[in-house]
């Protein structure tokens, strides 16, 4: 870049900076406009402090506008055809003249330097809809900044009218609990084949799921796909009941074919019906809401703890006595305390 | 209980109190005697400050001879024969020349008041072996001071000389998960029938079981029980891998008959020599310190907070303030936070 581009990319983006009010984002959002809906995530994700603080007027004005969509989290190993399959899923539910967001979650984007969604070319039918919104990987230092970018993004896409909030992530670390606590329906994409391929999904995340889905069943893997299915619908009956009576579905599907995208979508509103029928649907949102309040206060009590001057070098030290057996962990966990404490 | 007695109750209690001294109640159990350790655990649970300091230096002190038993966790629902089945076990391993001693883990017994090894006649063949000892449930006001009261009482069985140490725990809450975190090897007992039986575990906590017995296959059972193992033997193949190479082990046991007993020793013994040769055993106890260490300090940092005066009424409000959708997660944290900050 030289000076002039430079000088020209600066002022485009204070124009943009400026761009980004409270009053001119909010009813842009609420009338649905995406360039106003994508610039509100954006504030969001600013670590200016004068954006975070617009950035909260923001959710707490969309808050009201809130809640009326259906969310759902989609997990899965990569290759097993989670872009596709949600490409195939976002057209289907457009056709049915509803509004679709696509987010994802990828708290490894930071470290890998990639993103699950950073290539938009990927869906790219779905993305050119004028009813579809898809937002790339939040990016953030932790977990739990990348949650809380992601549930707010959820606030204003509600609050921009659109029915389904479609979570994505990758089925290899902590975020399928952080997704599993933000939605009402949890998705796990599964290959056909059950052996090795299953080694990158963490442990626990199968009991975790509604609906499991057998992907890419089609040509000479179908008959592979319908047994794989049946295996995972016999594990699913030995897993303890969930407590809203939801008996998790089991379902092959193909994107390529068109292959039970529609019984998906069925299945994904029979839960809704199930639910909302027997009072869990609300139930499991105050829950979650809950849970966030106090998941946000853990957040904050221990990044403040690990982030103290004062421990800058205890840490280790102390670890090294307890691994060593010198002191037991409780005792360590005092030593560290009293610092932190001044005591 | 009249004056008299009452008394003479006091006065044995301070006898007691004034027995437990570090030094003593120390090279008692070094040199394996029950009374000391006994003496040593109650020492543990005390609340009085004084003995909190005094148990402190002698979990210390116990520390350097620690370490070198077999730590396992058995869970199960109520009814699956726990006691019945851990009493033979018990046996067994008496009877091949080890020791052995069992702890009971019930975080709900402060609530209940019942307590899952109360009843100590339970274990009555058991009990009055010379190479047993039994300990029942730890109780506390937290889950992290029960965590802390057991992992403290296993490094004083430790230093007596223990060669198995059994942790028991019922199958039905966020004990299990904390136990896993304790122990070398983690069995789960199961009733066959594979239906509502396992209604009262929770989810996950099949995928975190090194051994997974059916319990009670006897008589009639036997067939019922051998089809339920081949079930689970199933369910597992489907369960991702174990970081540290281990196949979980299905296996059927009658305590009645004796049966399995011998294998479910044999179990545990290959698995002691599969993660030792591969490392995973050390590493695994180096992690589990590493883990109650940072835990002890998440603990400490949010009972400080939750019991802080300033937000003695301030929580429920905001909790309400979020489940009615007045205001964000994240901007109900943030709103506590800094009352308890004095900002």
């Not at 002039?4 to 009010?21: M, Y």
């Not at 509803?98 to 993305?127: C, F, H, Q, W």
């Not at 199968?206 to 619908?233: H, S």
């Amino acid at each position: 870049m030289n000076e002039e581009q430079l000088a020209k990319w600066k002022e485009q983006r204070r124009k943009r900076r400026n761009s980004l009010n409270h009053d001119d984002l909010l009813s842009g959002i609420i009338k649905g406009d995406l360039q106003a809906l994508s610039s509100g995530i954006t504030l969001l994700e600013s670590n200016r402090k004068s954006d975070q603080e617009e950035a909260q007027k923001l959710v707490n004005s969309c808050l009201k506008h809130s809640g009326k969509s259906i969310r759902v989290g989609v997990t899965g190993v990569p290759g097993v055809g989670k872009s596709t399959f949600i490409e195939a899923f976002g057209k289907l539910v457009v056709a049915k003249g509803y509004k679709i967001a696509v987010l994802a979650v990828d708290p490894s984007s930071e470290k890998s330097g990639g993103s699950i969604l950073g290539d938009k070319t990927r869906m790219n039918d779905l993305s050119v809809l004028e009813n579809a919104f898809i937002r790339p990987s939040a990016a953030g230092k932790s977990l739990g900044g990348v949650a809380r970018k992601t549930r707010e993004s959820i606030i204003l896409c509600e609050a921009a009218g659109f029915d389904f909030i479609l979570i994505e992530t990758v089925g290899v670390g902590q975020s399928e609990t952080m997704v599993k606590s933000m939605v009402d329906f949890f998705m796990l994409l599964m290959l056909a084949g059950a052996g090795d391929e299953l080694q990158g999904i963490k442990r626990g995340i199968m009991e975790m799921a509604d609906a499991l889905i057998v992907t890419k069943a089609d040509g000479d893997n179908l008959i592979k796909a319908r047994r794989a299915k049946k295996e995972y619908e016999n594990a699913i009956h030995l897993f303890p009941a969930n407590e809203n009576g939801w008996i998790p579905k089991t379902l092959v599907a193909s994107a390529l074919e068109q292959y039970n995208i529609e019984k998906t979508f069925d299945t994904i509103e029979s839960f809704v019906n199930h639910t909302r029928i027997n009072g869990s649907f609300g139930r499991n949102r105050k829950q979650q809401d809950k849970y966030w309040l106090h998941e946000t206060i853990t957040d904050t009590l221990m990044s403040n703890f690990y982030s103290s001057e004062r421990l800058v070098n205890e840490i280790a030290v102390v670890e090294k006595e307890v691994i060593e057996g010198r002191i037991s962990s409780f005792e360590g966990a005092e030593k560290l305390m009293k610092i932190y404490n001044h005591e």
